[in-house]
């Protein structure tokens, strides 16, 4: 007897219309990545031109323009950085401007023209590049006293690896606090690495003068949003569009959660981003754009450091709706 059911879900993945939105964050070739936020510029160069040669690339508004009149493109692909790291200009533009493939660059806006480094950054300078630190290190982090022994590679790491978990939901001040009082107890400078850097002014209107590259907003301070007050999200949302917008001289229409997992905004959020006049959303959620979709929670895909042969492979899962392994 056929298993209606089984084959109703073969037919759905296949006839459904739908798009992928692929989130990377960095290109560049670095030697410490613990976020495994960075794609190397070889493997990024091959992953861009098995794109360009099997499947139509759309910016992220052509893709919206399409949902706005409800209808999913088939087997379409957008491709969307976040964070504003500087390799965004000097790694991937120029790899982007060889195959003519247009992307979204969604910059955090309180790191323009700062040499500073994303506090996740901070913390893989002080605890894994192998610096001798204090034996102990004592914080107070809402309202509650912590104590850690640092005396080899092992407890840093340990360290480390807390410190991304407490310190991912504090406000914008107590975490610059931190951070600050961190870097102190390291010896460190609060100046951060060049490479690690994110865009100035100037070459933000860099990105753009190709024309395939588009901007949007990734909040002012990169935090946790939904763990702010509304007050606060609001600011954040609508100070990183006004700041970008002076930047460029025009109006920017898209906006990415920072984090971006279904815990990281609420309903909330997304009502306080369309009210600021973006007319769309993107997340971390990893799925594809299908019918229904919600303009304001626009799911995407995360893209590792994969080689040609893994990157094929599991840009075809994503497609067919398969569970990738994003950890490595």
């Known amino acids: 007897m056929l298993d209606y059911r089984f084959l109703f879900r073969k037919i759905r993945k296949i006839v459904i219309p739908k798009s992928i939105i692929l989130l990377y964050h960095r290109v560049a070739n670095i030697e410490s990545d613990p976020q495994l936020l960075a794609v190397s510029k070889t493997n990024f160069e091959v992953q861009m031109q098995y794109l360009k040669q099997n499947y139509k690339i759309l910016s992220l508004s052509e893709l919206v323009n399409f949902l706005r009149n409800n209808r999913v493109p088939r087997h379409r692909v957008v491709i969307t950085f976040d964070d504003g ?23 955090v806006a309180g790191m323009i023209d700062k040499n500073r480094e994303y506090w996740w950054d901070d913390l893989e300078r002080i605890f894994l590049l192998g610096k001798k630190l204090p034996e102990t290190l004592e914080l107070e ?29 504090l406000s ?25 850097r994110c865009l100035t002014s100037e ?56 984090f971006g997992t279904s815990t990281d905004f609420t309903s909330e959020t997304e009502n306080l981003v369309q009210e600021a006049g973006f007319k769309s959303g993107v997340a971390d959620i990893q799925t594809n754009v299908r019918s229904p979709f919600n303009l304001y929670a626009l799911p995407r895909r995360i893209i590792r450091n994969w080689n040609l042969s893994k990157f094929k492979e599991n840009i075809e899962k994503y497609f067919n709706g398969k569970s990738v392994n994003i950890i490595s």
Request: proline share 3%; hydrophobic share 35%.
């Open 85 to 107: 790291y500087a390799d965004n200009l000097y790694n991937a533009k120029p790899i982007l401007e060889k195959f003519e493939i247009p992307a979204d660059v969604f910059i």
């Open 141 to 169: 982090i809402n309202k509650k006293n912590y104590l850690w022994n640092s005396r080899n590679s092992g407890e840093y790491k340990k360290v480390y690896q807390e410190l991304q978990y407490l310190l991912r939901f």
């Open 172 to 196: 914008a001040n107590d975490l610059e606090e931190k951070i600050k009082e961190i870097l102190k107890w390291a010896n460190l400078p609060l100046e951060g690495r060049e490479t690690y």
């Open 203 to 258: 070459e933000i209107r860099k990105l753009v003068r190709s024309n395939l590259i588009d901007i949007g907003a990734h909040s002012m301070g990169h935090l946790v949003l939904s763990s702010q007050s509304l007050e606060q999200q609001k600011w954040e949302i609508e100070n990183s569009k006004q700041i970008l917008e002076n930047i460029l001289g025009r109006k920017i229409f898209s906006f990415s959660y920072p």
